[in-house]
C-alpha cells in the first residue's frame, strides 16, 4: 500500500489542523493505522493508532484530549484532528499502516508501509 499525507502547515498556537493520509490499493481496511511525529533534533515519536475497524484507538499521552485519529475505509483515508495545538506539537508527522493486529501499535518497528510526511508547524 502507498500512503500519502496532507494537511500540515502553520497555525497559531491554539488552532486546529486536520491531517489526512490517503492510501492507495483495495485492502486499506486490513491494515491497522497510526500517526507518528518527528521534532527537529528528536526521535521519530507515536502519536495515535485505530484498528481496522476504529474500534481501538489509543494516544500519547501528550495528546490526549487534544487530538483525534479517525479513518473512513470506504475513502481509504485516516485522518488526524489536531485541536489546541502548541508550539512543541511542531513536527513532521508521518502516517504508517501495519498488518500485524497483535501489536501495540506505538513503535514504528511494527509499521510496514509510511507516508512522505507533511510538516506542521505551531507558532506562539
Known amino acids: 500500500v502507498q500512503l500519502q499525507a496532507s494537511g500540515g502547515g502553520l497555525v497559531q498556537a491554539g488552532g486546529s489542523l486536520r491531517l489526512s493520509c490517503s492510501a492507495s490499493g483495495r485492502t486499506f481496511s486490513y491494515y491497522y493505522m497510526g500517526w507518528f511525529r518527528r521534532a527537529p533534533g528528536k526521535e521519530r515519536e507515536f502519536v495515535a493508532t485505530?484498528?481496522?475497524?476504529?474500534?481501538?484507538?489509543s494516544y500519547v499521552d501528550s495528546v490526549k484530549g487534544r487530538f483525534t485519529i479517525s479513518r473512513d475505509n470506504a475513502k481509504n483515508a485516516v485522518y488526524l484532528q489536531m485541536d489546541s495545538l502548541k508550539p512543541e506539537d511542531t513536527a513532521v508527522y508521518y502516517c504508517?499502516?501495519?498488518?500485524?493486529?497483535?501489536?501495540?501499535?506505538?513503535?514504528?518497528?511494527?509499521?510496514?508501509?509510511w507516508g512522505q510526511g507533511t510538516l506542521v508547524t505551531v507558532s506562539s
Open positions: 485505530i484498528s481496522w475497524n476504529s474500534v481501538v484507538k
Open positions: 504508517a499502516a501495519r498488518t500485524r493486529r497483535s501489536y501495540s501499535g506505538d513503535v514504528p518497528e511494527q509499521y510496514d508501509y
